[in-house]
């Protein structure tokens, strides 16, 4: 018996979530008194696989063939199940993003196993085995008990810190069970964005909505996110108005983030936002309308008008660096 997870990468790196869904795995594993094996699909070196040690993985298996490079739901559940099988794994563990979203419930059903997904703690395992997750769009949590042989866990990103034992892995190389009529889809074109720190890797947001008047404004949303090293985000109007991109719009239309810090500007709090951001650690409002609902949410408030308030803000950010 063993616990697997499954390390999600990105171009032969792996994202923050994977890491902190090995340490959570190896934290269940230590309860168990068993021991904790990281999965990775795709290309990758042995040498940076094998970093997975330093956040409790004892062995990682690494299924390098590069028809995995790019995530199909279907195909990657067939391989995660294949392994978890061999290994005699009774607990397996993702991230809940948005290949977790997808591979996790197929995986399930391969394997019958009971499915918990959005997890924020570790189970509780006396007399059982009991989980906790977010539910109706992270405004409540709910407790699970999952009585199945076999469980699969996707942990939500950033709520579970990373614990770094500074070991390195052993990697062990296998060929991927899995044929060409596993892909039930094919990827034509992958289209990533570069240059900026993803949303659903941030741990601080800055984010702003249409009390930015203009597109050409958002320079000083830009400014104070370069000083904070923060990710832009933004309201679904703004997007719809084509202000900002897409892929930076977080609410329950848009991406989901629970960023340590989240700064809305000019965002007035509607309650389709309010669901894709509340569980972000810390909530920082800044708007001219004191009734606005961000504020009943959120942990500090400014009133005040941005064109006055960022710059200054920005500026205290600064200087404040500069001093340490």
Request: aromatic fraction near 6%; proline fraction near 3%; include cysteine.
């Amino acid at each position: 018996m063993s616990v697997l997870v499954f390390a999600e990468n990105n171009s032969g790196q792996f994202k923050k979530a994977a890491l902190e869904a090995v340490s959570y795995a190896a934290a269940i594993a230590s309860t168990m008194q068993t021991n904790t094996i990281a999965l990775v699909l795709g290309t990758m070196t042995d040498e940076v696989a094998s970093q997975l040690g330093k956040y409790g993985a004892e062995k990682v298996i690494k299924l390098n063939d590069a028809s995995l490079d790019v995530m199909e739901g279907h195909a990657y559940a067939k391989a995660i199940a294949a392994v978890a099988t061999a290994e005699g794994s009774k607990v397996i563990v993702l991230a809940n993003t948005y290949t977790g979203k997808a591979v996790a419930p197929r995986l399930a059903v391969k394997l019958s196993a009971g499915l918990a997904a959005g997890v924020v703690e570790l189970p509780k395992m006396e007399g059982g085995f009991e989980v906790k997750r977010t539910v109706f769009s992270n405004k409540g949590f709910a407790s699970l008990q999952l009585t199945s042989e076999v469980k699969v866990l996707s942990l939500t990103p950033n709520s579970y810190k990373l614990v770094e034992s500074g070991a390195i892995a052993t990697v062990e190389n296998r060929s991927a069970a899995i044929e060409a009529n596993d892909f039930k889809a094919k990827v034509l074109e992958v289209k990533k964005v570069t240059g900026k720190i993803p949303l659903t890797e941030a741990e601080l947001v800055v984010s702003a909505g249409r009390g930015m008047k203009a597109a050409e404004n958002w320079h000083l949303v830009e400014k104070l996110a370069g000083e904070l090293g923060a990710a832009t985000a933004c309201s679904k109007p703004v997007s719809d108005m084509h202000w900002r991109p897409h892929d930076e719009h977080v609410g329950q239309t848009g991406i989901t983030i629970k960023p340590n810090l989240y700064i809305a500007i000019g965002i007035s709090g509607a309650i389709q936002h309010l669901a894709g951001v509340s569980g972000s650690k810390v909530i920082v409002a800044i708007n001219t309308d004191k009734e606005a609902p961000f504020f009943k949410i959120a942990d500090y408030g400014i009133v005040g008008d941005a064109f006055e308030v960022l710059p200054r803000l920005s500026a205290a950010v600064a200087k404040f660096k500069a001093a340490n």
